[in-house]
């Protein structure tokens, strides 16, 4: 091994005291772990107890294999350094303790020595990079994702085709029995319910799957609302519903995708009026709030996410909640209520809230939840404000 060179002439130029290099040591953002040539612990840092799940107190002085017994290899390591020829330098490990998950470490080995230069321990520096994993997966699942919803958009393709196929054969034979066999008729009417159902089950999915493309524009949100209600494409009986608009005149137009963002309320006002089958009251306020307050109560919230937004910089969010007297969401189930196809109702696909969230998502947004099962739910829908022009 190459000769490291002393540090006895430099003595002079670190008139440093014990402490300070204690608290370099104790700042480090890495891990830092070393032993004695008796294998015994001389320092750990605070980001190595953190990482590792130690107690310092516990940890000093006694020997690495004893403390380290749930991580064998990072003290075999440490040991091994004092024989080894080539010590490892960035290289990464896998360490898992009992009844937790894995985590991988990032690491440099090196070899401590006196003035003299003998050997006198062996150090360990490390990082979790559990995280940056994650977030490397995260960006692996993007990718599948995409060729997931290329491969969904060829499928739906050959399953709508034969769909449309069956629909109208069906239809060309009720036509040829109609009258004649009443029985037969009740029958082919459910074939075409069916693959009616299944054409909509895979333009929801492909809809799910398919990457968003935005188109933009400046938008009235108080006006797109209005349109919602007057749409013939809300599900549920809004006859017993009273609706309150708490619309507030000063939100300017904002940068939205009209198509979508109507798709977005009317799942959501759908979605309230089906919380109250005997009736109750429904609340739709647009309001404006800081995006760093959205920003920490989407961190603390349920529910929220950042999307891949073309939308970058805003310092305003516009609030659009939607709150309902209905039945309330109960706890365990509000962790679920936006994976695609959970649902609670006979007749629901539960892919509405799924798309909600993809559409909120695409536009920066996020979306928080309050909801107390009996007295009903509030879904704020937060949109970057960006103004037009
Ligand atoms: N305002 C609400 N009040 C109570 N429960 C709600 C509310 N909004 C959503 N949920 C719950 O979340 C579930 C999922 O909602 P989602 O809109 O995704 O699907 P769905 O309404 O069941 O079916 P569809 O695909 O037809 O919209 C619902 O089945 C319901 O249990
Ligand atoms: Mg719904």
Redo the contacts with the bound molecule.
């Keep these: 091994m190459k000769p490291v060179p002393s540090l006895k002439h430099h003595a002079s130029s670190y008139p440093l005291d014990g402490d300070f290099h204690r608290y370099v040591v104790e700042s480090m953002r890495s891990g830092v772990i070393t032993i004695d040539k008796e294998g015994r612990i001389t320092t750990i840092n605070v980001v190595a107890c953190r990482i590792l799940g130690l107690e310092r107190a516990r940890a000093i002085g006694r020997h690495c294999a004893e403390i380290l017994e749930d991580y064998m290899d990072i003290a075999q390591l440490l040991l091994d350094a004092f024989h080894k020829e080539y010590l490892p330098c960035r290289a990464e490990m896998e360490v898992k303790k009992k009844d937790s998950r894995g985590k991988t470490l990032g690491f440099t080995l090196s070899l401590v020595r006196n003035d003299e230069n003998e050997v006198i321990g062996s150090a360990m520096f490390f990082k979790d990079l559990t995280h940056v994993e994650v977030i490397e997966e995260q960006e692996r699942l993007k990718d599948r994702l995409m060729a997931l919803g290329q491969m969904a958009a060829g499928m739906a393709h050959e399953i709508r085709n034969p769909l449309a196929g069956i629909e109208i054969t069906v239809d060309l034979i009720k036509r040829k029995t109609k009258s004649k066999m009443p029985d037969l008729d009740e029958y082919l009417s459910s074939v075409v319910d069916e693959v009616r159902r299944l054409n909509r089950t895979v333009t929801?999915c492909l809809e799910f799957v398919r990457p968003l493309e935005l188109e933009l524009e400046p938008t009235d949100i108080g006006l797109l609302i209005d349109e919602v209600f007057a749409s013939p494409g809300l599900?549920g009986d809004l006859s017993r519903v009273k609706i309150n608009k708490e619309l507030d005149d000063t939100v300017p137009l904002v940068m939205l995708d009209v198509h979508r963002m109507r798709q977005v309320f009317s799942?959501?006002i759908?979605?309230?009026c089906?919380?109250m089958p005997s009736g109750g009251e429904l609340t739709v306020r647009i309001s404006t709030a800081p995006a760093y307050v959205a920003h920490v109560m989407a961190n603390m919230g349920k529910t929220a996410a950042k999307g891949g937004s073309p939308i970058r910089e805003f310092d305003t969010y516009a609030v659009i909640s939607i709150m309902?007297t209905?039945?309330?969401?109960a706890p365990d189930?509000l962790d679920k209520?936006?994976h695609p196809f959970?649902?609670?109702?006979i007749?629901?696909?539960?892919?509405?809230?799924?798309i909600?969230q993809k559409i909120v998502d695409s536009h920066g947004g996020v979306i928080d939840i309050e909801?107390t099962v009996g007295k009903?739910?509030t879904?704020h829908v937060k949109l970057p404000m960006v103004q037009a022009g």
């Design positions: 929801d599900v799942n959501l759908s979605n309230a089906q919380a309902d209905g039945k309330g969401i189930i209520i936006f959970f649902t609670t109702k007749t629901g696909s539960g892919i509405g809230l799924a909600t909801s009903g739910t879904f």
